[in-house]
Structure formats: structure tokens, C-alpha cells
């Protein structure tokens, strides 16, 4: 259990320090790969796969093996190894169409909206009670899978099934920081709508307008519909305003990215 929890979040950490750590990690997700491909795998080696190409930002490396693997032999051990992370390997790839394709979607989001729905327990009682935090793992964990298909959805241009699903979530739960999960959801898909837009507005105006994760979110959703200008303007406008170097990062890291950086 340590080795793929706090073990890797301080191999992690230290990556961006220590360079070197990020190479062996990528090595090692190599290694895992190749020996899936090959049929001599270890039983931990999807776990190292997925995990250290997530951390060295070589996500699309897993579902490349999980490709070759099922091509080689679909029934094989290996291939049921990778199920517990096949929906986010295939949301990080944006295959869509393979999400919507299960036949037990529909299922699936009405199981993962009424763990969404369950009683949120006080931060106090998170780390007090077993039960208290199972809960707030199992709604942490639904919430990310509902942003996973609406991802997909938006991906999709369904925006019939995209809209109804946020609607379903938003009236669980509509704080600022769900509103904020649509609209970042929609930005990863590639293909963000006017009503991301709106998600994210609604999200700033909920936070009192200083919220610098929303204020990223709304920014690159903006640039990504082609209202470049707006964005540029209003990442600049929030920048005067940042407070921390944290703050700071996040939004210059926006400007590089928009090609505004050192830019009147």
C-alpha cells in the first residue's frame, strides 16, 4: 500500500527538484510496458504503468499497451488488470466513443450520482470515523467519474446528455467548486461550449471573483472558443490582482500559453 501511495507522492515531490527521479519513473513505466506487451508481466506492472506515466506526463503511454495487450490476446490476465483504470486511461486519451459504447452507462451515472448524493461528513469526522470516510472517498471518486463522462459528452458534441448530467449534478450539489468541475471538464475535452463559459462565471461570481482555480478555468475556456482577446485581458486583469506566487504562476503560466507573455 505504501509503495503506491506515499512512497510515490514523495518520488513525486522530489521530481521537481531532482530531476533525475522523473527519468526513472518514466523508465520504470517503460519497463512495465514492455514486459505487457511482451507477456511476462508482473503482477504490479499496470499499476506502475498508469501510475508513473501520470506522474511523468506520459499518460498516453497506458493506453498504447492496453492497445497491444488486447490485440495479442483480449482474454488474457493482463487485459483484466487494466479495468480498474481503463475509464480514465480512456478519458485521458479522449476516446469517447468508447466510453459512451458500454451499454451500462446510463447505469453507471445513476450509481455514481447517489454516491454523489450521499451525506458529506465533517472534516473532523473524515479522519475520526472509518465509516466517514469511506463516504467522502466514495463521493470524491463519483464526482471525478461523472466529470469523466461529461467530459466525454461534451467530446462529443451530445450536448442533450452533456446538459442533463449537469443539471442531475448541480442539483446535488452546487457549489462553486462543481460548477467549476463542468467547466474544466469541458475545457479538457478540446471542444469547451458557451455554456462552460457560463459554468465558470457562475463559479467566479460564487467565490467572490478571487478564486484563481476558477479564474485559470474561465480564461482558457475563453481562448479555447477563440474570444482570445477577452481572455488575455481578463488573465491580466486578475494577475495586478494576484496575492501569491502561486497566483502568480498559475496565471503567467496562462499568458505563456496564450502567447500574451511580455505583451502590452
Known amino acids: 500500500g505504501i509503495r503506491n501511495s506515499y512512497l510515490l507522492q514523495e518520488l513525486f515531490n522530489l521530481s521537481f527538484a531532482y530531476e533525475p527521479t522523473r527519468k526513472a519513473l518514466a523508465d520504470r513505466a517503460e519497463a512495465a510496458g514492455l514486459r505487457l506487451r511482451s507477456g511476462n508481466s508482473r503482477e504490479t506492472d499496470v499499476a506502475d504503468l498508469v501510475t508513473f506515466g501520470q506522474m511523468t506526463n ?11 495487450v488486447v490485440a495479442k490476446d483480449p482474454n488474457s490476465k493482463s487485459v483484466k488488470l487494466f479495468d480498474p483504470y481503463l475509464f480514465n486511461m480512456r ?12 451499454s451500462d452507462v446510463d447505469k453507471d451515472i445513476a450509481l455514481r450520482l447517489k454516491h454523489f448524493a450521499g451525506k458529506t461528513s465533517p472534516l473532523t469526522e473524515i479522519f475520526s470515523s472509518d465509516d466517514a470516510q469511506k463516504n467522502a472517498m466514495q463521493k470524491a471518486e463519483a464526482f471525478e467519474r461523472l466529470m469523466g463522462y461529461y467530459q466525454a459528452f461534451v467530446g462529443l458534441a451530445d450536448h442533450t446528455r452533456a446538459a442533463d448530467l449537469a443539471a442531475k449534478v448541480l442539483k446535488i450539489d452546487g457549489n462553486p467548486n462543481v460548477l467549476n468541475g463542468l467547466a474544466w471538464s469541458g475545457y479538457l475535452s478540446g471542444k469547451a461550449t458557451e455554456t462552460n463559459v457560463q459554468q465558470a462565471e457562475e463559479a467566479l461570481k460564487a467565490s467572490g471573483g478571487a478564486s484563481i482555480d476558477v479564474i485559470d478555468t474561465l480564461v482558457r475556456v475563453l481562448h479555447q472558443m477563440g474570444r482570445k482577446e477577452e481572455a488575455v485581458n481578463r488573465c491580466r486583469a486578475a494577475l495586478a490582482k494576484a496575492e501569491t ?12 500559453e496564450f502567447g500574451a507573455a511580455g505583451t502590452s
Open 91 to 102: 478519458v485521458g486519451a479522449k476516446r469517447y466513443a468508447d466510453i459512451v459504447a458500454s
Open 58 to 68: 506520459s499518460e498516453g503511454l497506458a493506453i498504447d499497451v492496453y492497445d497491444a
Open 245 to 256: 506566487e502561486m497566483e502568480k504562476h498559475t496565471l503567467k503560466a496562462c499568458l505563456d
